[in-house]
């Protein structure tokens, strides 16, 4: 079981077919538009964004003469399931507020929507909704038989999803015989089994806050089950929505093996937003699946080019727990064209504790320029706004004098960040002579080009 990080979660999250919808309806009500006394808005105005959003019933989809018919037929906008569903949505969520009688968007939710947080509260809190109000039983919406509702049907499929590996795609069937305890009622005399229809109206319930993604093939021969084939995978929302549930109620929920079967970039990328310690406990698994040399061939292959020190910096960690089965490959990197390369390889041996005091002042004669430039672009935000703090920070004292003090501006400016690291050193560095000294070189660099 694996879970992405909660920024990627939210973007996920603003983009699932609920909340996307009742986002969208939030902010085509400004600046104000008029609602009946139950908080729905007039019929015109429903048509409007009905037409605006494409929210319409899924028998119209892909027939625009008969939506016509369909849209002038309406008389009340609480009569259009897609509509009223995100609308709702809407409210419940705080995404609009309803002062005399008008409707607008929360005054601040733009500001909302850039909280990742927030974003993933409100998508958790419909997931929880739509598993507590779905129906299977769409015949007695209102008095559902006993065992065919959301909170009956849904949370053993969940949990067997949950546990099974990612990507894990079963069909209905399966799900009914591993996760339901008992049986459910069975359709008419002679006819099949209802236990799959009634899954696949929840399950496409749920669909639409993304936490899991149907692929429905309807049956069309009438010796087939009526439900046809279908296949169940829970996404990455799923994921995390299951997981925040049985938190909820104390159970346990590790995450085990987040990472292991990730391709290198993925790998490092999403290691970059762990604490260090954090980090540690994903690498052994991550090496291990590999060896320390398909690693090391699989990380270089990522990390090369401009804008990627964070990631080459993530990657010398990861190879520094492996570094003395690498050696000669290190080495050999050392003389690489590259000079992303020849940096990770540098500080993978200058961190091994594997050089003596003359092999590290070699080291650092012959690729320290470029090993500061690394470090000083993994410490950048794209705003620059940890670089003051790193520059005057005790852990790197005066790192930038082996890149200033005589320096050669085409060794310098082979390496892909030196000019953006030269710049940023300029406008940042507490020291206003080697803020100058950054800028000349800078010019220099942007000359040569």
Request: proline fraction near 9%; charged fraction near 20%; charge should be negative.
């Amino acid at each position: 079981m694996s879970l992405l990080p909660n920024d990627v979660l939210a973007r996920m999250a603003l983009d699932s077919p609920l909340l996307c919808d009742a986002l969208s309806l939030a902010r085509w009500s400004a600046p104000a538009t008029p609602v009946t006394t139950g908080g729905v808005p007039g019929i015109d105005d429903a048509r409007t964004a009905i037409s605006r959003f494409s929210l319409w019933p899924n028998d119209l989809l892909g027939r625009p003469a008969d939506r016509v018919t369909w849209l002038g037929g309406l008389n009340s906008a609480a009569d259009v399931a897609h509509f009223v569903v995100p609308w709702s949505a809407a409210l419940r969520l705080g995404l609009v507020r309803i002062d005399d009688s008008l409707a607008r968007p929360a005054p601040d939710l733009e500001h909302q929507v850039r909280d990742s947080e927030r974003v993933l509260g409100w998508w958790f809190q419909e997931f929880e909704r739509t598993i507590a109000q779905a129906r299977g039983d769409l015949a007695r919406p209102e008095s559902p038989a006993p065992g065919t509702t959301g909170p009956e049907l849904l949370p053993g499929v969940l949990r067997f999803l949950y546990e099974a590996p990612d990507g894990h795609r079963p069909d209905l069937d399966t799900l009914s015989e591993e996760t339901l305890s008992r049986p459910l009622p069975a359709g008419p005399p002679g006819g099949t089994p209802e236990t799959a229809q009634l899954l696949l109206h929840v399950l496409w319930q749920l669909s639409d806050t993304g936490a899991v993604l149907l692929d429905h093939r309807p049956s069309t021969a009438p010796d087939e089950d009526r439900h046809g084939r279908c296949t169940v995978e829970l996404t990455a929302l799923g994921r995390y929505g299951v997981r925040r549930m049985l938190l909820e109620v104390g159970v346990h929920a590790p995450i085990v093996d987040t990472l292991a079967e990730a391709c290198a970039s993925r790998f490092l990328d999403a290691l970059a937003v762990l604490p260090y310690e954090e980090r540690l406990r994903e690498v052994a698994p991550w090496l291990d699946r590999r060896g320390p040399a398909e690693a090391l061939c699989q990380i270089a292959a990522v990390v090369r080019g401009p804008g990627l020190a964070l990631r080459r910096w993530v990657g010398t960690q990861v190879l520094n727990t492996t570094s003395s089965d690498i050696e000669p490959q290190l080495r050999a990197m050392l003389c690489s064209p590259r000079p992303t390369d020849s940096s990770m390889a540098a500080v993978v041996l200058l961190s091994s504790g594997m050089l003596n005091q003359r092999g590290i002042d070699h080291l650092l004669a012959a690729h320290g320029p470029w090993v500061v430039i690394d470090m000083v672009a993994a410490a950048m935000a794209p705003d620059d706004s940890d670089l003051s703090a790193f520059l005057s920070s005790k852990g790197s004292p005066d790192v930038e004098r082996m890149l200033l003090t005589d320096p050669d501006p085409l060794v310098i400016g082979a390496h892909p960040d030196a000019l953006p690291v030269l710049e940023a050193l300029a406008r940042h560095h507490p020291d206003h002579d080697t803020a100058a000294r950054s800028r000349l070189l800078a010019i220099l660099l942007r000359e040569g080009n």
